[in-house]
């Protein structure tokens, strides 16, 4: 009787284990998850609030090679630190004719630090 009540107990000790060990892993891809779904929302904010900066740009006018630490600045507001995550890293202009110079628009890439080693580029368009 001792036998099987000591097999017992350690059958339930290793269960008691495996649950706790699922229940552990759940959490911390949650966890990790909801991190991941923050960066991309704060990026995407980003990204928004750039463009909108950006939009006052139009064609004809240059776009300061310096802007982005001014939109930094502007998004992260009192919080800026210089070492924010999300920030821009760079930002180019190139100006598009399409056929005779009747369409013109400027792209704009935005180069984006996401994390100390994520980087990601997203072109906006702004228009004449």
């Known amino acids: 009787m001792r036998g099987s009540l000591v097999v017992e107990t350690l059958v339930s000790l290793i269960m008691a284990t ?10 911390l891809t949650v966890a990790k998850n ?5 960066k991309a929302t704060k990026t995407f904010f980003l990204l928004n609030f750039a463009y909108d900066y950006l939009s006052e740009f139009r064609v004809g006018n240059e776009i300061p090679q310096d802007i982005y630490q001014d939109i930094n600045a502007a998004f992260w507001g009192k919080e800026w630190n210089g070492r924010n995550y999300p920030r821009l890293d760079s930002v180019q202009e190139e100006t598009v004719s399409i056929k005779n110079g009747k369409v013109t628009y400027k792209k704009v890439i935005l180069k984006i630090r996401v994390d100390e080693n994520t980087v990601v580029e997203r072109t906006v368009i702004i228009g004449i």
């Open 34 to 38: 909801v991190s991941l779904s923050e």
């Open 18 to 27: 495996v649950i706790a060990m699922i229940i552990m892993t759940t959490a």
